[in-house]
C-alpha cells in the first residue's frame, strides 16, 4: 500500500455544502476528494501529448526560401496567397504545399502567373488552370433577311 501523507485544506462554505450534497453514505468527504483528484489524473493521463512538429507551412505566412528553385519565379504571388488559402480554412501543411507545386508545375509554363493571380484576386483555397476560350468567328449570315436597306441603294 502507498504511503499516504495527511493535509489540512480551507473550503469555502459553497464548497463544503456542495461535498454534502455529493458524498454517499459510505463515502466520506475525503473519499470523494481523493476520487475526484484519481479521475483527474486519469483524464490527464489518458490526453495524448502530441509532439510539436514545426511545420513551415502550417502558419499564414510563408518565406519564399520554401519555394522549390523551378518555381522561384512565382515565389511573391505564392507568398501572397498562402495567407489567402489559410483564412479560407484551407489545410496548410508540407505536403499540401507539395502537392500545389506539383500541380502548379503541371499548368503550362505561361499560365502559372495567371493561375496564381486569379486565385489571388479571387480568394481562391486551391489554384485552378487557366481557361482557354476559342471563340470561333462569328458566323457570316448570307441570309436575304439580314442586307441592309438604305433609301439611296436600296438592298445591296
Not at 27 to 53: C, D, E, F, Q, Y
Not at 95 to 102: D, L
Request: aromatic share 8%; with cysteine; proline share 6%.
Amino acid at each position: 500500500m502507498a504511503k499516504k501523507e495527511k493535509f489540512t485544506m480551507y473550503l469555502d462554505q459553497e464548497m463544503v455544502e456542495w461535498l454534502d450534497l455529493n458524498t454517499e453514505d459510505e463515502l466520506t468527504k475525503s473519499g470523494l476528494i481523493r476520487n475526484l483528484i484519481r479521475t483527474a489524473m486519469k483524464r490527464k493521463s489518458r490526453s495524448k501529448t502530441v509532439p510539436i512538429h514545426l511545420d513551415p507551412f502550417a502558419s499564414p505566412t510563408i518565406n519564399g526560401r520554401l519555394i522549390p528553385e523551378d518555381l522561384k519565379e512565382y515565389s511573391q504571388l505564392i507568398c501572397e496567397w498562402w495567407p489567402i488559402r489559410y483564412k479560407n480554412k484551407g489545410t496548410c501543411s508540407t505536403s499540401v504545399a507539395n502537392r500545389i507545386f506539383k500541380k502548379l508545375r503541371s499548368f503550362p509554363t505561361q499560365d502559372r502567373k495567371q493561375a496564381l493571380e486569379n486565385a489571388i484576386a479571387g480568394g481562391w483555397r486551391d489554384l485552378f488552370e487557366v481557361k482557354r476560350t476559342n471563340k470561333p468567328e462569328e458566323p457570316k449570315n448570307n441570309h436575304p433577311a439580314h442586307r441592309v436597306f438604305t433609301a439611296s441603294g436600296g438592298f445591296e
